[in-house]
């Protein structure tokens, strides 16, 4: 069997992955390289959002680069954070990250398991009457602030981050098999990338519902879908795939 080549957006695992086994397993050759990537915003473009943290009761971080940019703009800025101020993270490590800024104290900290949804059961369970201030990236339609407005919770959205799509001009993207797309970025930076790319002689990976439905708008096929009952990740999905073939 001819070697299949398999391209994944993100960056290359550091130790033994999935992804191992399906490079052992099969005649497979896999490429990491990311698609966009997320930095931070300059002090200026949060000065436009005119955010004043002092009109909130709380702030939701899902990640510890939130947290050191929000503390760092805070000191440039020299805007107050009341001592009132409580803090929801989508994890305990990211709690726990909190101790960099502020004394950690557990009747202001808050955390869920590691998933959005957990921590905004945890708000709609006991603290639906704080005003949140959502720390995210410029992707505003975040399934976060989605969340938050089907939930009915008082927030506004602070972006901290911007999406930068890399530059993919080193890679001949017609010499791959199959593509993985676990976004629709991943798709945006393709297109800026490659304004003509047409995959008819490439299969699709796709992650996620959001991801799929951009791919059906292009009119491209989605030839690998997860997550699926059989396959709830992409490695999985690959080894059902390649197995098939």
């Known amino acids: 069997m001819k070697e299949k080549r398999i391209i994944i957006p993100q960056p290359a695992p550091q130790n033994a992955s999935p992804y191992s086994d399906l490079i052992e397993n099969y ?7 990311p698609f966009f990537k997320v930095v931070p915003i ?3 473009e949060f000065k436009l959002q005119k955010i004043d943290p002092s009109a909130f009761s709380a ?3 899902t990640s510890k680069s939130a947290i050191d940019v929000f503390f760092n703009f805070s000191e440039e800025l020299k805007f107050p954070i009341s001592e009132s101020m409580k803090y929801f993270c989508i994890s305990e490590p990211i709690a726990l990250y909190l101790q960099k800024y502020i004394v950690y104290r557990k009747r202001k900290i ?3 398991n590691g998933t959005l949804a957990s921590i905004v059961e945890i708000i709609k369970a006991k603290h639906r009457e704080e005003n949140f201030l959502l720390t995210t990236t410029d992707n505003c339609n975040s399934n976060l602030v989605k969340l938050f407005k089907k939930s009915k ?7 901290l981050f911007k999406t930068v799509f890399c530059d993919l001009s080193h890679i ?15 798709i945006a930076s393709l297109l800026d990338n490659f304004p003509n790319f047409n995959p008819k002689k490439i299969s699709i990976a796709t992650f996620g519902p ?3 439905k951009r791919v059906k708008e292009l009119n491209w096929e989605g030839t690998i879908i997860t997550p699926t009952e059989e396959a709830p990740s992409i490695a999985q999905a690959l080894t059902l795939y390649l197995e098939q073939q």
């Open 27 to 33: 005649n497979v050759q896999i490429e990491f390289t």
């Open 42 to 44: 300059e002090v200026k």
């Open 59 to 61: 702030v939701l971080f």
């Open 110 to 112: 808050f955390f869920g």
């Open 153 to 159: 919770l008082k927030h506004s959205v602070a972006i």
């Open 172 to 186: 001949n993207i017609e010499s791959f098999d199959i593509i993985v797309l676990y976004s629709p970025f991943d």
């Open 210 to 212: 959001a991801t799929l």
